[in-house]
Structures are given as structure tokens and as C-alpha cells.
């Protein structure tokens, strides 16, 4: 059996190095609440069957994972304090903490893991996730074996941040649906951080776990979680001091406005894993974008450098395809559909959609996320009078909370949506999902919303998900972008250019590779 070698081995072929660590002003101090505003409304509080912001941020204080990893994407002991791989990369065995217990005082067993990791299986949107798992023994209560049919390269990362929550098989093993249990919205974990409240769309609160399984942490008393309508009003209650934290700060002027403050720090670090990608994503069965020539027309239709310098002040880059600039899985050479308002005329033609009255040649609907004014229905209001230029009749279509609007893409009831999606650190977690044929899961959100299916796509996915050479990963990766691309089921936009705005009083701010999707049992108030 291969120890901590092997993790080290398989984060240098998977991930880039990131960012220096956190180095300490101080001695961290006990007490205090942490207040973290946002605008994304949680539908509830389980990230085994929910993915996206507004669940992973409370999620990873609520519940542990099996693994942690730092700002150097080294992995760390947390709910296990040590694991080891066989030989063939078919297998890891973890090892338990022996002092770890559920909020409510029921010791973590193997069980638990294995009834936590099959449940993410059946139910998370991220198939691809734990596809590989074909089963995790348990050999004794403080040891679970997890075995693959395959290499599997991305595993490590996927049993962290939000992605692996171990939750409590005694509470939600009770044979009720797991999507719809009472307990998501009231859950025990066994994270630094309880359950108190939650008003949905409201605020979240959380208390300091006095039992946590890490001695002396963790150092804060509380953790707020506060809802706010729009970024601007965010933005704004950062620039007041009613906040002390602001994660996934996105919007430009926002971000300029906060760096004036001299309370403030605002830091671009902790989302080196996301890779968030900003794109418009189309309906393959939609009666015309079912055609992909007109996806194409679509995508020439836009000027991507419009976007980033004249409607996001030039602080973004360009998203040319699945994989965001930066990894080391980024496929430099795919088409990138440069601004031609002729070729995307010249294709609508071929695909037999000629202009009819009104220069017109048939009408779409745009759905965007609601509360990220700039990067989303800003830009798809630059869209409506782009795409009109080559005859498609655009209407936005407005969501008045993110849940509807969730509902709408996941529900497949869409032409086209603006949407931002994430990586996740590698493929294997946040890109295969997108396109993999049997992820076609209408009513879940970030699946393949898009009923997008290429055979051979499927292929080199799946076969770069379970090789474990580099190069060869990367040269598998670089064609199926390729062919995805020149399908566009998505017109890729820009990368979002996210940061984490923080009070001076905050010391251990989250800056690891999940940021505050990452337990915060070490941030203190100064």
C-alpha cells in the first residue's frame, strides 16, 4: 500500500501550484461572529445532494469530509487522519479519527461513510464524481476501504470541500427521500460549526461545535450568514462594516469601490479549485438550436472582448471552451468564434432559417440568474441587441429568485440561459458532468442541462477520468474540448473574476484552494 506518495503525486498531475500559505500576523484569539454576506439563497443546507455557493459555504462548516486541502493544493487529515492507496490505484483505505463525533454526540463510524459517499453517488448532480466507487468496505468501525473500478485520479479533491459531506446514516438513513428529508434544512454534522437557524432566503446562523474533533478550535463563537437582495446592497453593507466577510465578490466596480476602503482587504485568492466560468448555455432540443449551425451563428454572433473590457472593465478573460484558463487541462487551440456577424448570418442561412419580416428569422427566450446584475443579465441584454443583428427575435426571461430560475434550467424548460458554472478543481468533478450523455438528469441543476450527447466525447472523457499519466490526460482532454467546442452546445463567455473582500479584524482569512467552500474553524477576529 502507497501512503501520502501517492496524494502528492496525483495533485502534481491534476492541479497547478497555488498560492503561498496563510501566514499568521498573531496569535488566533477565541471568540467572535463572523458575519458573510451574500446574495445566493440556499435551498437548503445538505451538499450531498445540492451543489453551488449557497449550500457549500454553510454546508462545509455544518459537516466534515474525509480530506482537507490547503493553499498549495496539499491535501490534509480531517475526518480521517490518515488513508493509504493500493498499488494498482483501484483502492484507498481511510482511517479514522477515533474522538469524532455527530453534533448530536453519535461517534462517526465507517458506516457513515459509506453510507454518506453512496448517497452523493445516487443523488448529488456530480455523476461523475464517484462514478468510478463500486463499493466501500467496512472492515471495522474506524476503517473504510473505498474501491474503484479504475483509476481515479480526481478522487482526493472530490472527498473535500463540499463535495464529500460525511453525514450521519442514523439520522438520514430513517428510509426517507434524502432530497426532500426535514433534516437538510436542520442538519447535524460533524464540521466546527452547529446548526441554529435558518430563514430561507434570509440569513443562516451557526454556533461554535464545543466538541469539535480538532482541540482548541474552533476559535470563533458564531457564524452569520446573512442574505442580501442584489450585490450593490452587499456591496454597500461590506463598504458600512454591517458585514466583516464578502466571498465570490464578482461585480468590477464593486470590487473597485471596496479596494479604497481602508478597513478592507480585497484578495483574488481562495479559488484557485472553482475555475468559474461564465457562459450561454443552449437547449440542444430546442426546435432550432437543435441545429448546431445555428449555435455556431449564436456564437459568432457575440464580441467577447466587448464583454470583458466595455461591460466588466476589462478585470476578466475570455472563456474559450469547458476547461478555465489557468489549468493545466486548458485546451489552448479550440475555435474560439471571434466576432463575425457575416458567418453567423451565413450559417442561419444554410441551417434554413431565412430572414422574414422584420429582418427576422425566429425568436428565442434568455434566462439568467438573478442578482448578478453584470455578469449576467447585463450581458445577456447585450445579447438581445447582438443576436438581433442577425435576425434572431431575443426575450429575456427573468427569474425573481435563484430558485426559480434553477427550477426553469433544471427542469430543461429553457431556449438559452446564461449561467456560471465551476470546474472544481478538476474535470473528472465539474466539466465531465456538463456534457456526459448519461448525465442527462432533467430536474437537476448543473447536470447536462443541455441534453448534449457525442459518443465520442463520452470516450475520451471517460477515458482521461481514469488515466493517470499527465500528458496523456492532457492530450485526451485538449480533443474532447475540441469536438465540444465545434458542437457549442455552450457559447463560452468569460472567466469570473472573483474575489473575497475581508475586514482587517479577520485574521486566518480563507485563502486555500475552496475558500470559504472550506471549513473556517481557524479564522479568528483579531
Known amino acids: 500500500m502507497r501512503t501520502i506518495g501517492f496524494m502528492a503525486i496525483a495533485a502534481a498531475m491534476l492541479l497547478m501550484a497555488g498560492t503561498s500559505a496563510v501566514t499568521r500576523a498573531d496569535e488566533p484569539k477565541n471568540g467572535g461572529t463572523l458575519v458573510i454576506g451574500t446574495t445566493q439563497k440556499a435551498r437548503h443546507l445538505n451538499p450531498a445532494v445540492q451543489s453551488g455557493i449557497a449550500t457549500a459555504v454553510p454546508g462545509t462548516q455544518i459537516f466534515a469530509t474525509p480530506l482537507r486541502f490547503d493553499a498549495n493544493w496539499v491535501p490534509h487529515p480531517y475526518l480521517a487522519e490518515s488513508w493509504s492507496v493500493s498499488d ?32 452523493v453517488k445516487d443523488n448529488h448532480p456530480f455523476k461523475s464524481m464517484f462514478a468510478p466507487v463500486t463499493s466501500v468496505v467496512t472492515p471495522d ?10 483509476p481515479h485520479p480526481a478522487a482526493f479533491l472530490a472527498m473535500s470541500s463540499a463535495l464529500l459531506p460525511i453525514i450521519p446514516k442514523h439520522i438520514y438513513g430513517d428510509g426517507q ?11 447535524v454534522g460533524s464540521g466546527p460549526f452547529k446548526f441554529v437557524e435558518y430563514k430561507p432566503g434570509e440569513y443562516i446562523i451557526l454556533e461554535k461545535n464545543p466538541d469539535y474533533f480538532i482541540k482548541d478550535r474552533p476559535y470563533l463563537d458564531k457564524i452569520i450568514i446573512k442574505n442580501y437582495k442584489d450585490p450593490t446592497s452587499l ?30 482587504i480585497v484578495t483574488d485568492k481562495g479559488y484557485e479549485a472553482v475555475g468559474p466560468i461564465n457562459w450561454l448555455a443552449f437547449n440542444t432540443e430546442n426546435q432550432y438550436l437543435k441545429d448546431k449551425r445555428v449555435r455556431q451563428a449564436i456564437a459568432y454572433a457575440m464580441d467577447r472582448d466587448f464583454i470583458i473590457k466595455a461591460l466588466l472593465g476589462g478585470e476578466s478573460k475570455a472563456a474559450t471552451g469547458p476547461v478555465a484558463p489557468g489549468s493545466p487541462f486548458y485546451a489552448p487551440n479550440v475555435q474560439k468564434y471571434d466576432v463575425n456577424l457575416d ?6 442561412d444554410e441551417a434554413g432559417f431565412p430572414k422574414g419580416d422584420g429582418d427576422m428569422r425566429f425568436k428565442l427566450t434568455i434566462d439568467y440568474i438573478p442578482g448578478s446584475a453584470e455578469l449576467q443579465k447585463g450581458v445577456a441584454e447585450y445579447l438581445k441587441s447582438q443576436l438581433k443583428k442577425v435576425g434572431i427575435d431575443v426575450e429575456l426571461r427573468a427569474s425573481p ?44 441543476i448543473w447536470s447536462n442541462t443541455q441534453s448534449y450527447c457525442n459518443k465520442e466525447v463520452d470516450a475520451l472523457l471517460n477515458e482521461a477520468g481514469s488515466e493517470l499519466d499527465q500528458a496523456k490526460r492532457i492530450a485526451l482532454y485538449n480533443k474532447a474540448q475540441e469536438i465540444i467546442v465545434e458542437d457549442a ?37 483579531k
Open 88 to 119: 494498482d490505484g483501484k483502492s484507498i483505505t481511510l482511517k479514522l479519527r477515533a474522538n469524532a463525533r455527530f453534533h448530536d454526540g453519535v461517534p462517526i463510524t465507517s458506516e457513515d461513510v459509506a453510507f454518506s459517499l453512496q448517497t
Open 489 to 525: 452546445p455552450i457559447a463560452f463567455i468569460n472567466v469570473l473574476p472573483y474575489h473575497t473582500a475581508y475586514s482587517k479584524t479577520i485574521g486566518n482569512p480563507p485563502l486555500t484552494i475552496w475558500g470559504t467552500m472550506a471549513p473556517l474553524d481557524e479564522v479568528y477576529i
Open 141 to 150: 468501525p474506524l476503517t473504510a476501504v473505498i474501491n474503484f473500478d479504475k
Open 401 to 444: 429568485d435563484f430558485p426559480t430560475w434553477a427550477k426553469r434550467v433544471g427542469g430543461h424548460d429553457f431556449d438559452m440561459t446564461m449561467d456560471i458554472v465551476f470546474n472544481w478543481g478538476d474535470p473528472v468533478i465539474g466539466v465531465h458532468r456538463t456534457y456526459l450523455c448519461d448525465n442527462i438528469k432533467k430536474g437537476v
Open 235 to 264: 456591496a454597500l453593507a461590506m463598504d458600512k462594516g454591517e458585514i466583516n466577510m464578502y466571498p465570490f465578490l464578482a461585480p468590477t466596480k464593486d470590487i473597485a469601490r471596496l479596494k479604497k476602503n481602508d478597513k478592507i
Open 177 to 187: 427521500d434524502i432530497k426532500t428529508h426535514p433534516a437538510n434544512s436542520a442538519p
Open 343 to 348: 458567418k453567423a448570418n451565413a450559417l442561419l
